[in-house]
């Protein structure tokens, strides 16, 4: 059934009801009757047709004032054939309460028209009315109610769907405003770490560069001196450099932010050259240990490089999913793909890396090429 049909269904039904009720109305006349009499009700009824069908293409409000027409119009049919159009009475009828909305109780009006019978067995009037009461019953009270309820669950999803489009844009903005953060930050630490190593390392070297002009002016003159001094030099460097190595260890940005700095510029450098970028994670990334953020750091490079030389693909997606114990990636891009996958310098480098950690890497390439990387968490 097509969607048309199938949202008017109960549009049609109705219209094949009157148009079936008219033409046996009609058909039920007296044909000892004078032509004229019968074309008038041929009229009549046509005119009854025409206002039902008709008022479908208004509002509400201006059809409860063209239904006084169809009424009329069946006043005149009973009062010229007398009782013929007994369903078409019932018809209007439930085309009045349907339209105001009426109460099921109501629907007991219609059973009036079998005191009006005068061509029907009262058995079979009884069923006919009975089914034309279910149609329009049917209609108010349980399809109605049922297409509410899926328009309300279709406008329930579609704000679901908005939604979670608005909370996972917000997400990736949140966690690119955190990477400009730690990009930030560890742009301050390199500039800390240059002050700190300059007031440390330059005052150092700057004594010891003064020391050992003193020591070599004296050096003829009292040697035992020179060489004391020359001692106190190399322990002031060592000194010196032990608080360099303590300054690099404390000063170190972490592996993860770099890494996903690095993974960001690399996304924003394919989007700079026409491919689509997107980098997501999922679960908890602090969980990641460093050894293993260098290999995703290195497979991602190398699958992105190659895609961008010969898939000929217009995206490309980043996935990391850190779970319990495991961390999978997965590189993907909607590119040409190839029919035999045959592992180059590339393919190889990753395999090994990845077997290096104890993880799996597998290709596929049925629609683009898709890299899948499992690697096992070792915790500490």
Not at 124 to 133: H, N, P, Q, R, Y
């Given at each position: ?24 109305g ?9 032509v004229?009499?019968l ?8 005119l009854?047709?025409a206002?039902?069908?008709?008022k479908?293409?208004?509002t509400v ?15 005149l049919?009973f ?13 209007l ?24 019978n005068?061509e ?14 279910l ?6 009270y ?13 406008k ?8 979670m ?18 990009e ?16 440390k ?6 004594g010891?560069?003064y020391?050992?002009e003193?020591s070599?002016?004296i ?8 060489r ?11 000194t ?23 993974l ?20 908890n990334i602090?969980d990641i ?6 290999v995703?750091l290195?497979?991602a ?7 961008m030389?010969?898939a ?14 495991m ?10 793909g ?27 390439s049925?629609?683009?090429f898709v ?10």
């Open positions: 059934m097509r969607e048309g049909t199938r949202n008017n269904y109960f549009i049609i039904v109705r219209i094949i009801m009157m148009v079936m009720f008219s033409l046996g009609f058909l039920n006349t007296d044909r000892d009757r004078k004229g009499v074309a008038l009700i041929l009229l009549l009824v046509s009854f047709m206002c039902i069908c008709l479908e293409f208004f409000s201006i059809q409860k004032i063209i239904l006084i027409i169809p009424a009329i119009i069946l006043a049919l009062y010229i054939e007398g009782k013929s159009f007994i369903f078409l009475g019932v018809f009828i439930c085309e009045y309460l349907f339209l105001f909305k009426a109460k099921i109780i109501y629907f007991v009006l219609p059973y009036i028209m079998l005191y009006a005068a029907f067995d009262m058995f079979f009037a009884f069923v006919v009315i009975s089914l034309i009461d149609c329009y019953i049917q209609e108010m349980v399809v109605s109610y049922y297409r509410n309820r899926t328009i309300e669950d279709v329930l999803e579609q704000s679901l769907k908005r939604d489009t608005i909370k996972e844009e917000a997400a990736k903005d949140e966690l690119k405003k955190s990477m400009l953060m730690a930030n930050q560890i742009l301050e630490e390199r500039a800390h770490l240059s002050q700190t190593l300059h007031d390392l330059g005052h150092n070297i700057n010891s560069i020391q050992l003193a070599k002016l050096m003829e003159k009292d040697p035992e001196k020179a004391s001094m020359t001692q106190g030099v190399i322990d002031q460097l060592r010196g450099m032990d608080e360099i190595r303590s300054i690099l260890r404390k000063e170190r940005p972490k592996k993860k932010e770099l890494a996903i700095i690095q960001y510029k690399l996304c924003d450098d394919c989007n700079n050259k026409g491919v689509v970028t997107e980098l997501e994670t999922e679960g602090d240990p460093d050894y293993l953020w260098e995703i290195d497979n490079f190398e699958a992105v490089s190659n895609a030389k010969y000929q693909c217009k995206n490309i997606k980043i996935n990391i999913n850190a779970m319990n114990k961390v999978r990636c997965q590189i993907k891009d909607d590119g040409i190839c029919k035999n996958i045959e592992d180059g310098m590339g393919l190889s480098g990753m395999r090994q890396r990845i077997r290096a950690i104890g993880g799996t890497i597998s290709f596929e049925d629609a683009g890299v899948n990387m499992l690697m096992p968490i070792r915790r500490e």
